[in-house]
């Protein structure tokens, strides 16, 4: 299938982090980009940003978690540019400590966020989205290397990301026959607001200052350093491009040399 003029991309939690460095890379490569996050505020400043850039660009305030929510977001993306082309499923949140200690709220908003939401979000837009219908389709989940290995004290997280990884390859092979491609991008330790939390988070729990965790972390990474939104951005922008159809039921990694295959 050859990509239309001005694909439409639809991307979740884009107002910062990586999802942010997607909306602008896509945005960058002439996509009509359409955002959402669940504070209007940033929804708003973000399309600001994007447009005075010299962007396409609009949003609205939608939560992945919940299937009217999703409904009306792929209606907004619909009604504003037509068929999307590109899903970007981004939206996420960490969550983890102790096991024994996780009450059920964190374990379920973990996987309503980062699984059931890849999963309603897609559902939707292959019903009413027209990506089925629109000539040019890709589907990317933003997974995680801790989708592939188990992460201490990341239980809920690392489960919920295996599951994305799962359901990338699955759908990958049922919607290959119509071209379209569906690929998991597995970024590692990348510098963004949710890596701050983690640090905090491991600090608390080892009684030790973030400094120290994140030396911890970095000495892991062959690379020696975490990785940039924009790098992952990079990789996402190039599972958009006809060079990249026969990429398909992949999750592929951006961690400085640290993850599994």
């Not at 996420?92 to 309603?120: H, Q, S």
Request: include cysteine.
């Amino acid at each position: 299938m050859r990509a239309p003029g001005n694909p439409v991309a639809l991307i979740t939690g884009a107002t910062r982090g990586i999802g942010l460095g997607v909306a602008r890379e896509l945005g960058g490569r002439g996509h009509r980009v359409f955002i959402c996050a669940r504070t209007a505020q940033e929804v708003k400043q973000t399309v600001e940003d994007l447009r005075a850039a010299g962007m396409e660009a609009e949003g609205t305030v939608a939560d992945v978690r919940d299937r009217a929510s999703v409904s009306a977001l792929v209606a907004a993306v619909v009604g504003q540019f037509g068929p999307v082309n590109i899903l970007v499923n981004n939206a996420g949140r960490g969550g983890g400590g102790p096991t024994a200690e996780i009450a059920d709220e964190l374990w379920y908003d973990v996987m309503d966020t980062n699984l059931n939401g890849v999963f309603l979000l897609t559902r939707e837009v292959l019903v009413n989205g027209g990506l089925l219908d629109s000539g040019y389709g890709r589907i990317i989940n933003i997974a995680s290397t801790a989708g592939k290995q188990g992460v201490l004290m990341g239980a809920p997280y690392s489960a919920s990301k295996h599951g994305v990884v799962g359901f990338t390859r699955s759908l990958g092979k049922e919607l290959a026959p119509l071209g379209i491609t569906v690929n998991a991008v597995c970024p590692g330790y990348v510098e963004t607001p949710t890596a701050e939390r983690v640090r905090r988070g491991y600090a608390a729990a080892w009684d030790t200052t973030e400094d120290f965790v994140q030396a911890q972390f970095e000495a892991k990474i062959p690379l020696g350093r975490y990785s940039t939104p924009e790098e992952v951005a990079g990789l996402v922008g190039y599972l958009t491009t006809e060079s990249a159809a026969s990429i398909t039921a992949q999750a592929i990694n951006v961690c400085g040399g640290m993850g599994y295959s």
